[in-house]
């Protein structure tokens, strides 16, 4: 595998206190989608903006396209497109002059109508900034990464904020452009983005790399593919035994968040007839059972001990 991007023990600390990034190590492939998983303050934006040659780090090394960023930078920041959390344009250009500012930083760049119609703001190339929805600003902003024609796409939280239709509308463009033979590196904290999206994902938390893989290798590694959850009557007595649960055919792990039960089972119609026969001779009554397959949500909570929501 060709490398696109690597780095070795990268680490940033401020203030000579605070470690945002601790020692991470990666290396994404040309033609990846590569995704930095986690919650926020996870240490993301830090590393991709190191990677991106906008933060010096404290320690490390970064490899970029085979370049190192202590060289001369110009030349390697022409060959990378990249979108913050929150790009800021003016309001008073409208989205055809906003790309076309952007295309004059380039020296080999896209025709403006092509990349206006391949994120799907054709029709919307002489309305001013001002006028436009978060979800066209975000398309906005992935067009102006891509004019100049980059062989990195960095995208920073893309599709946070946007409704769901505008993030399916992002997705779309980042496999178009990978499919071209472009690398992208995006961080999210929607692990069903990272799910649809990437090849491999490094999961972060604190700083660190706690897991990293494809997304079904990770998933896999829980050792089951499906969660079934479920809640009892409130007047039940006692407490569910979680020994007992475990002992069902095909169960790996049992957890309870409040009043649901999340049971991780291998084969859920294996499963699912055993649990409902433990509750009935225990006299248990049932108020709800939804069986979902196993998310890298799961792989998280497994490894910590809490949702991404919970930070």
Not at 17 to 32: F, H, P
Not at 67 to 96: C, D, M, N, Y
Not at 151 to 165: H, K, M, R, V, Y
């Amino acid at each position: 595998m060709t490398i696109a991007i690597r780095c070795q023990d990268l680490r940033k600390r401020y203030d000579n206190k605070v470690d945002a990034v601790s020692g991470i190590d990666l290396e994404v492939g040309v033609s990846q989608c590569f995704g930095l998983l986690g919650p926020n303050g996870a240490g993301k934006t830090t590393t991709v903006e190191i990677l991106e040659g906008l933060l010096e780090p404290t320690s490390g090394e970064v490899e970029v396209l085979g370049r190192r960023w202590r060289e001369p930078g110009a030349h390697l920041r022409e060959r990378l497109g990249i979108t913050l959390q929150e790009t800021r344009f003016s309001e008073k250009l409208t989205v055809r002059e906003t790309l076309r500012l952007f295309k004059s930083f380039y020296r080999k760049s896209q025709d403006l109508t092509q990349v206006l119609d391949s994120v799907s703001l054709i029709d919307k190339a002489t309305t001013l900034v001002a006028k436009l929805s978060g979800g066209q600003k975000q398309r906005l902003a992935v067009a102006c990464a891509l004019v100049g024609s980059p062989e990195i796409l960095f995208l920073d939280e893309p599709t946070t904020g946007l409704d769901p239709q505008s993030r399916r509308q992002v997705w779309d463009i980042v496999r178009r452009f990978q499919t071209q033979g472009g690398t992208v590196l995006l961080t999210t904290h929607y692990m069903d983005e990272a799910e649809r999206l990437c090849d491999q994902v490094a999961i972060v938390d604190h700083g660190k790399v706690i897991a990293r893989g494809s997304p079904r290798a990770l998933i896999h590694s829980l050792g089951g593919d499906h969660v079934v959850e479920f809640s009892v009557a409130a007047n039940a007595a006692g407490e569910l035994d979680q020994a007992r649960m475990l002992a069902i055919p095909s169960a790996i792990q049992c957890r309870r968040e409040g009043e649901l039960h999340q049971l991780t089972v291998r084969e859920a119609h294996v499963a699912i007839p055993a649990l409902l026969e433990l509750l009935r001779r225990d006299h248990y009554e049932l108020s709800s059972l939804t069986t979902r397959h196993a998310s890298l949500e799961d792989v998280f909570v497994n490894l910590t001990g809490r949702h991404l929501r919970d930070d």
